[in-house]
């Protein structure tokens, strides 16, 4: 299995500043998403980050709020930029591991995000 | 685009009773997942389906995903406490993406 470690857990943030969360995986893994989850309901899909390469970004999602870099195989970052208490939400981290016994998802523990 | 729809998005029973969730599409998934996640932690792997009519048990859980692949349930019998969370559904869609429906909250009360 893989671990995968995000930072920070927590924070509580000024509106109109940014912040980045940082994404480790101990291993290599073959593709890393980020999701953003209001507390209580589901994922929604914000990008899939690409090493070496500009992030695939969903409908509703542009590059420009939320830029998100992959230098390597196992690590990834998400930055919310210019925030607003909208964006107050849990920000999770995701990777698939793709074998040939099958594909495995595994994810992060959240960074919750409190704009004030 | 693929959509998951997810049924019912709360349920709250006593312990010991049964309970099913469904997730339902009109897409035909690769695979299907599901998940459970408690406050302030990451989705946990429950299961994956990948065979059209498999049936799957995990203890007091029963997954089953659709003969055309297009839908599964979660059935839990004999509710426990310990139940209690949110449960997701997560199809692997065409583009390899983890598709999730809306999610469950489960409350089993004592």
């Known amino acids: 299995s893989a671990v995968i470690s995000q930072k920070p857990s927590r924070d509580i943030c000024q509106r109109g500043t940014s912040l980045t969360i940082q994404c480790q995986v101990d291993?290599?893994?073959?593709?890393m998403f980020w999701y953003r989850q209001q507390p209580g309901q589901s994922l929604t899909l914000i990008a899939t980050?690409?090493?070496?390469?500009?992030?695939?970004?969903e409908s509703g999602f542009v590059i420009d709020k939320f830029p998100i870099s992959r230098p390597n195989l196992t690590f990834s970052t998400l930055t919310v930029s210019n925030m607003s208490p909208e964006d107050s939400s849990i920000y999770l981290c995701?990777?698939?591991?793709?074998?040939?016994?099958?594909?495995?998802?595994?994810f992060g523990e959240g960074s919750w995000l409190t704009v004030v | 685009t693929q959509l998951l729809e997810q049924s019912p998005q709360f349920l709250s029973i006593q312990e010991g009773e049964n309970l099913t969730v469904y997730c339902n599409s009109s897409?035909?998934?690769?695979?299907l997942q599901w998940y459970r996640q408690e406050p302030g932690e990451g989705p946990v792997l429950l299961v994956t389906?990948?065979?059209?009519?498999e049936v799957k048990k995990l203890k007091r859980l029963t997954f089953q995903f659709g003969d055309a692949r297009k839908d599964s349930s979660l059935h839990i019998t004999a509710a426990q406490t310990g139940d209690t969370g949110l449960y997701l559904c997560?199809?692997?869609?065409?583009?390899?993406?983890?598709?999730f429906g809306q999610g469950t909250t489960l409350q089993v009360k004592p």
């Open positions: 995701s990777a698939l591991r793709v074998r040939g016994t099958g594909n495995t998802i595994y």
């Open positions: 291993s290599q893994v073959t593709m």
């Open positions: 980050a690409n090493q070496g390469s500009e992030a695939t970004y």
């Open positions: 897409s035909v998934f690769s695979s």
């Open positions: 389906v990948v065979t059209g009519g």
């Open positions: 997560a199809g692997t869609g065409n583009t390899g993406k983890l598709i």
